[in-house]
């Protein structure tokens, strides 16, 4: 199947801080989401973006699907921040489709 | 509100028990998907349907079984073969447009745990 990698898998954070995470995946993609999970364990929808960039507040995210990979920014953190990112990708194989398989996630601390 | 309701939000049980976990969502998305996340773990796919009465075995299917004889509804049993039954379980649904799966939403989740 297809490998999702994310990058880094910890990240520590003073709020005000500017920070990258990144999502590497190996073979071509239909779509691919970002997601932030809270500390309750809700996933919490950011992006749909299967190419291009788009903007949502102080984070925004660009998908270079011709490299196979994502970035997605934060700007100004703040502690709200705090929790797990994992980007998903679906894809297709010659016997199934509309799969989605995740990253292991990025844990971020945002702290005062 | 629109949105994807999963019930319990806790559940117990003993080993050996099957446990039945709801999902059922207003969204009028075709497609509905059951993950399983152990602590500090990404999400793993159990079982995905894309269309009613229909149904695919993901990644760790095993000791697990669904149906989805409604399209708002897609309930996952966690048999008392499944080795490790506790974990966080997630539902989402997403819809089908154009020959391409949209935005995957997600319920709230149900944490199960077995003693």
């Known amino acids: 199947g297809i490998q999702v990698e994310q990058s880094p898998p910890d990240l520590i954070l003073q709020e005000g801080a500017n920070s990258t995470l990144r999502c590497n995946f190996s073979?071509?993609?239909?779509?691919l989401q970002w997601f932030h999970q809270n500390p309750w364990g809700q996933l919490i929808n950011l992006f749909y973006?299967?190419?291009g960039t788009k903007q949502n507040g102080r984070l925004s995210a660009t998908t270079v699907a011709t490299e196979r990979y994502s970035l997605l920014y934060i700007s100004s953190s703040q502690t709200t921040d705090s929790g797990v990112y994992f980007c998903?990708?679906?894809?297709?194989?010659?016997?199934?489709?509309?799969?989605?398989?995740f990253g292991a996630g990025t844990q971020v601390v945002v702290t005062p | 509100d629109g949105g994807i309701t999963q019930s319990p939000k806790y559940l117990f049980r003993k080993e050996g028990q099957n446990v039945t976990l709801s999902c059922e969502q207003n969204?009028?998305?075709?497609?509905m998907y059951w993950y399983r996340q152990d602590p500090g773990q990404g999400l793993r796919l159990i079982y995905y349907?894309?269309?009613?009465?229909?149904?695919q075995k993901g990644d760790i299917a095993e000791g697990y079984s669904v149906s989805r004889e409604k399209k708002e509804s897609f309930p996952l049993t966690v048999t008392s073969a499944q080795k490790n039954p506790t974990a966080f379980y997630l539902c989402?649904?997403?819809?089908?447009?154009?020959?391409?799966?949209?935005?995957?939403?997600f319920g709230p989740g149900t944490r199960l745990t077995v003693t």
């Open positions: 073979d071509s993609v239909n779509n």
């Open positions: 973006i299967p190419s």
């Open positions: 989402a649904s997403s819809i089908l447009a154009g020959g391409a799966y949209y935005e995957q939403y």
């Open positions: 349907s894309q269309i009613v009465n229909d149904f």
């Open positions: 969204l009028n998305h075709d497609a």
């Open positions: 998903a990708v679906e894809y297709e194989t010659t016997d199934s489709w509309g799969k989605f398989q």
